[in-house]
């Protein structure tokens, strides 16, 4: 997908939920999850045996550990569970420690579904949602900061609800939008091209059980989106039901998740004329290179303030992204630069992984400053 695509947000008028709608099919997305998912690449984080869990980023597998208490208060050992998006399999291996014994998953990202079949062990089926078949295979499927990706959310919820025996539970974990504005790390981080859907925890809710479902568990959460960086999630067990129940968001309740979403935008740009500011004094006169192509440096070039003109080089330590261009700069993965080639000063892109970036460059011998547009 380009870097220079600009995202269009709205919130529905009649269930309030925030979405982008910028003319991507399903198919432009299931290819690029398969082509350019960042979790089949570890990174900056693969300094262990990429079969454990030592490789995970900390914030992560926290993450997932949390989820997996909650699948695991909720519903028996001896479920047939489904992870949907399982990336490289860290909630099954978390769920297994926990006693549960008929796990799989499926995954787009086919380096991510590697790792989980070679060195993990697991039973992975490289696709997406609508490779999920049978009828009442499963008593848990999850959704795991999946639903957010999804752009046919009705279609989804329909091949779920099949899949799922009767009474199954659907355990969903989403990025809550009503709260993105008291947790602010990185402006405009979750408008982007990966994002598509906005849920506030009643609009998430209120969907799902217009599926076919019935709430058991609803609750909201802070996890780590990166290190120090605490954020707001929604996550929720519903049950499978015949009948559907209409779908129902009061006038109140869109127009909160309406203003919540304005104000993410208000404080985001706040923080953006900062970064501006700091990125300037940072380069000053020479030429730079920024480490981390991902959805904030797209965003960050495009500012009017960004010294497009110095910078000479972009880098990313996934090599999923080598080959993307970005107004005009191609990605390279950062082991392929040589020494000499670097510029004196070299910008994180990245607000989470800004420690793990520098390490990885004291460890690769570069001697260019590194600093953080992030940092006061």
């Not at 926990?98 to 499926?106: E, N, Q």
């Not at 849920?199 to 217009?210: G, K, T």
């Not at 404080?267 to 904030?296: C, H, K, P, Y």
């Amino acid at each position: 997908m380009p870097g220079d695509q600009e995202i269009r947000v709205y919130a529905c008028g009649v269930c309030g939920m925030g979405f982008s709608d910028d003319g991507v099919t399903q198919a432009t997305l299931d290819d690029y999850y398969a082509e350019m998912g960042k979790y089949g690449d570890l990174g900056v984080y693969a300094e262990g045996d990429q079969g454990g869990l030592d490789t995970e980023a900390p914030w992560e597998l926290a993450r997932a550990r949390t989820l997996a208490g909650f699948i695991a208060t909720n519903a028996p050992t001896d479920a047939r569970v489904m992870d949907l998006g399982c990336s490289t399999g860290t909630l099954l291996v978390l769920l297994a420690e926990r006693g549960f014994t008929a796990l799989s998953g499926i995954e787009p990202l086919p380096s991510a579904v590697r790792i989980a079949r070679d060195a993990r062990n697991l039973d992975v089926t490289e696709g997406w949602i609508t490779t999920i078949v049978g009828e009442g295979a499963y008593d848990v499927v999850v959704l795991s900061h999946v639903l957010e990706h999804v752009l046919e959310i009705h279609e989804a919820l329909d091949l779920i609800h099949r899949a799922l025996a009767p009474g199954g539970l659907l355990v969903i974990e989403v990025p809550n939008s009503h709260r993105f504005h008291q947790y602010l790390h990185i402006p405009y981080q979750d408008f982007n091209t990966e994002h598509i859907n906005h849920f506030s925890p009643v609009i998430l809710s209120a969907l799902i059980e217009a599926g076919g479902y019935e709430c058991v568990a609803l609750q909201e959460d802070v996890a780590g989106a990166g290190p120090d960086h605490p954020y707001p999630v929604v996550r929720g067990a519903w049950r499978r039901v015949d009948a559907p129940r209409p779908m129902n968001v009061s006038e109140g309740d869109r127009a909160a998740h309406r203003a919540a979403l304005e104000a993410y935008v208000d404080v985001s740009e706040e923080m953006f004329l900062r970064i501006d500011a700091r990125t300037i004094e940072l380069v000053g006169a020479d030429d730079f290179g920024v480490w981390g192509a991902g959805q904030f440096t797209m965003k960050w070039l495009r500012r009017p303030a960004f010294p497009i003109e110095q910078l000479t080089l972009v880098v990313d330590s996934a090599t999923s992204r080598s080959g993307l261009h970005l107004l005009g700069h191609t990605v390279i993965a950062a082991g392929e630069v040589p020494i000499g080639a670097w510029p004196p000063s070299i910008l994180t892109g990245s607000a989470y992984a800004a420690t793990a970036i520098t390490d990885a460059a004291v460890r690769m011998g570069i001697t260019s400053r590194v600093a953080s547009p992030f940092e006061p």
